[in-house]
């Protein structure tokens, strides 16, 4: 018998984990590029060709220098948050592979989101976003958002791209990538020199320079999610000013104004801890603007508990917004027309959104490029989105994934993971 050789039982555990990678999933295209992985969407080759997302992230990197340290906070504080949960509003997590240079998360499918519609409704459809299906997103997500803040998990990161639907019309929170536990240590919302959360869906607290923020940034986020289903357009669309040379977090003015200009000035009588905020003197040296959130609700819909509702997820003082469980249990939700399960029921049919598109160019140059080489622009660029759909051929792109897969890991059975039931309609 051979004398044991710890290098040739890692290449073995390595390459059959890789085989075993490839003969599950075969890779039908490129969905997207975030700024923390790109996501493909796979089928199993099994008879039952479950449809899934897989996301691969990005090797860390420091400054120009790819360093492998190690898997980034992002892929590790997803994958962890993500073992721990299992709600019908959150998508779920079916495994974890583990290559040695990079991590792949398998999720399951959702064919929709909640920006996709926002499109579809401005673009094709060029209408209102019908009150059954904009109630039903807002419930179900507020349905998801108090599971996660009962789990003691803040998203941080609500916005309509990250909130997906599946082809059930059942709605699903994605992109835990920034979620973290509310008893963990505060860290600012910068990391390195990149500004991590979205400014349009960005609190007031955060915007004035809060470090003690609450799960009540993600309340604020679902007002401004709510307002722009109805107005198809983000309500607060402030331009982000920019991390000085010496990486100063600067007074985001542009976004503070865009607020006020609908809700108002804020009061130190509406929010005492105003005068405290490192930005506060910013504030002061603004205009003053009357409030006009009754306006804005009023030339766009007449539904009194929807304009509350707002308002109360949109409250200054954090202390006093709606939480997720009150905002879930809002009278909206009980006047005449109900929200339903699946979020599209009843819609005629070009009122649907189209299916999410997928593209092979981008899944091809992933599979010429190898994982380690990250000086390939596409692979850096965080807005890189899918050029073009081209339908999938069905060809094998199972070896986008590099190679040297290394371990994989099951997610527990506790999680409610589980592809699209339905077969994918391709176009
Ligand atoms: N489970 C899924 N099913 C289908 N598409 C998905 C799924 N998860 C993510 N996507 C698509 O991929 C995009 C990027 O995913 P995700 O937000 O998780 O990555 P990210 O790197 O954190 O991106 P961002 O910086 O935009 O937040 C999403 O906006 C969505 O279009």
């Not at 904009?134 to 309509?160: A, E």
């Not at 082809?167 to 992109?175: N, P, Q």
């Not at 009122?351 to 190898?370: F, G």
Request: hydrophobic share 35%; net charge positive.
């Amino acid at each position: 018998m051979l004398p044991y050789d710890p290098m040739r039982a890692y290449r073995h555990k390595r390459d059959t984990a890789h085989q075993a990678f490839n003969t599950k999933y075969a890779m039908l295209g490129f969905i997207s590029s975030g700024t923390y992985g790109r996501v493909y969407k796979a089928k199993t080759r099994d008879a039952e060709e479950r449809i899934y997302a897989i996301k691969k992230f990005k090797p860390d990197k420091e400054g120009e220098v790819v360093t492998y340290t190690g898997i980034s906070q992002s892929a590790i504080r997803e994958i962890a948050l993500n073992r721990e949960i299992s709600h019908e509003n959150i998508v779920a997590l079916r495994e974890v592979v583990l290559e040695d240079k990079s991590i792949y998360m398998v999720f399951e499918y959702a064919e929709h989101d909640f920006l996709q519609i926002i499109h579809h409704f401005s673009t094709t459809v060029r209408a209102m976003v019908p009150p059954s299906l904009l109630k039903s997103c807002i419930h179900q997500l507020l349905n998801g958002l108090v599971y996660l803040h009962t789990c003691h998990i803040q998203h941080r990161d609500l916005k309509p791209a990250n909130i997906l639907i599946n082809s059930d019309g059942v709605v699903k929170i994605g992109d835990l990538g920034l979620a973290r536990l509310t008893y963990s240590p505060l860290q600012p919302l910068y990391s390195g020199d990149k500004v991590v959360v979205t400014i349009w869906y960005r609190a007031p607290e955060l915007l004035l320079g809060a470090r003690h923020y609450t799960k009540a940034i993600d309340c604020w986020a679902v007002g401004c999610v709510m307002a722009e289903l109805i107005s198809l357009r983000p309500i607060f669309k402030g331009e982000e000013a920019k991390l000085d040379h010496k990486k100063n977090v600067p007074f985001q003015k542009d976004q503070v104004v865009k607020i006020f200009e609908v809700l108002g000035t804020p009061s130190v009588h509406e929010w005492p801890g105003l005068p405290q905020f490192p930005e506060y003197l910013n504030m002061k040296a603004l205009d003053n603007y009357p409030p006009k959130l009754t306006e804005w609700c009023t030339t766009r819909f007449r539904s009194k508990d929807a304009t509350d509702l707002l308002r109360q997820l949109f409250m200054y003082n954090p202390e006093n917004r709606a939480t997720a469980p009150e905002a879930f249990n809002h009278k909206w939700f009980s006047e005449d027309i109900k929200p339903t399960r699946n979020a599209f029921h009843g819609l005629p049919p070009n009122h649907c959104p189209p299916l999410r598109k997928i593209t092979q160019d981008e899944a091809s140059l992933a599979h010429h490029v190898p994982a380690s080489n990250n000086n390939n622009p596409a692979y850096n660029n965080p807005n890189s989105k899918p050029a073009s759909w081209k339908p999938a051929s069905g060809q094998n792109f199972g070896s986008a994934f590099g190679v040297n897969t290394a371990v994989t890991m099951q997610v527990p059975a506790g999680n409610n993971s589980g592809g699209s039931r339905k077969k994918p309609r391709l176009e």
